[in-house]
């Protein structure tokens, strides 16, 4: 049975193309708050755990050992934009370890952000790894790696000692053993593992509530949380929609992109995390949805919910700046809020 | 009923995304071919008509009156990439026809192309509205009103003649005719009239074949096919599948991508004419549907089968280029190709 259909996108009259997907939102004892579609099938999270995986850097000292602070921390959470702040915050975590950029294995491409991307080709530069949108996350892993006093050589296949210790802290978190198999490789060459979305959720009510973890794990989640809520323009960047949601909301709402139309978060305040798929990929939906089930779940005054509708409703204009139609929830448990 | 499932999107073991939508192929007399999903329901055709929106260019005489060749006529029916010979075709347009880029009224952004829009900033330049992928349909409609002797100012009107008589066209070629209120704004201002799959199949055959149409129509449609066998990198670009696909199959195949998931097209030594929308618009399955339809329904030689395998199920790569999945047809009308 198909999933249902999450969001709906208009052109003057009529309805031109809509995003069926799955949402699962659950407390950190398991308990479903609300589901939509097929919650159980697992499903690639892409980089919307980064959240998750950079638990390894804080838990094997790397963080302190190499003095990161919010900005280093957020910025190993990120998929970023490529903006030079992003950049020289990677470069700097590297040199912090003794590490070149050539030590990342998460290839290349030009920064995200089309006018960083233009400034860096006027200035005569060239795109590097640096630029990836996961270099945080590899330079986490990287340091990782050094402070274990594993080789960071290879730390990206699955096998790595600090890739071993990522699938660990994720089947803690999502309270589930996670067969090998379930393996899939990132767009930044780092292994993926699929989860069913109501494991991914719970990971998320466990990332942001502490419960039941150990007294260390609870510790570094609260510590990177911290760190995307005070530095959320290090998780994405200018313009973006977590850096949006989280600079308005703070630590009230943690929310991550990951590819092919994924979202996950959690609402610390009522014990929640959230974890959505979109079927067909598109991050569009993905967003929409996630605004619409902080709209509905959190407490909000009049400002946050003023601040929420331009992204539970996004107006979608054309090249002249003319609103040609709307993005919009359309499952009834959504379209409420 | 929800549409079926057309392509699925696989990483490792697991199939990460897919894409319903809606498939017909029809002849010039209105006889289904083949038929999956909903072929009834209007839908905008976005830029996959510019073909069929060309025509008013040269049946008004434009074409003639400012000596447009191949190139001109390619552009007109094109969403370019914004490489530096798009861009200067579509300035001679203008310049032919006593315009300048000013009167475009599709808005500007940078070059599709990357590279081409990385080189534009390197050179000190900025984009411009001749840059937008639609600039040479635009340059089209412009030259049209000069032929046709009206006003080319409000071109982009859903009432001003030109956009009156592109109506006329899709009415006479899809054998139907379309209500006002079905009409949307397109990303580059143009009005755009939303139309069953059925009806513009139909269209599509007939503007491949000619048949039921009226002469000069005919040779309008022949010239602009014509033009665009010929010159396949004017109607897209480098690296595009619209170009790669008619530069290998010349007149035998007829194929024009659309925003939001759409293709249409023409297979002319059968009589057909394509039309595909895939619910959520993403272009990646439109592709590989479009592809797979040329793999069932044209007679092929074994290079012919060779050069579409990688169209009909791409292989994915990630930023070092490893490959990490396959995008396929899923349907099973497709997928027996």
Redesign the interface.
Known sequence: M?NPVLVE?T????V?????GAVAVVDADGATVLALGDVAA???PRSAIKGIQALVLVESGGADRYGFGEEELALACASHSGEPAHVAGVERMLRTAGLESSAL??????PLH?PS???L??A?GAASALH?NCSGKHAGFLCAACAMRTAPGGYEEPGHPVQREVKAVLEDLGCAAIPD?????????AP?W?MPLTGLARAFARFATGRGLAEQRAAAAQRLRAACAAKPWFVAGTGRFCTDIMGHFGARAFVKTGA??VFCGALPELGYGIAIK?????GR?AEAITAALIARLLPLDGGDKEFLARFVRPVVR?????A??RIRPAAEALAMS
């Not at 052109?11 to 009529?14: A, D, K």
């Not at 031109?16 to 069926?20: G, L, Q, V």
């Not at 294995?105 to 030009?110: I, K, L, N, P, V």
């Not at 979109?278 to 598109?282: E, L």
């Open positions: 198909p996108v052109r003057g009259n009529l031109e193309s809509r995003h069926e697992p499903i690639f294995a998460c290839g290349t491409h030009w089309q991307a233009l400034a080709a006027r005569g990836n198999e379930r393996v899939g490789i990132d767009g930044c060459s993926n699929a092919e139309g979109c079927d067909d990929g598109q939906a054309n090249w002249k700046g003319t040609i139609g």
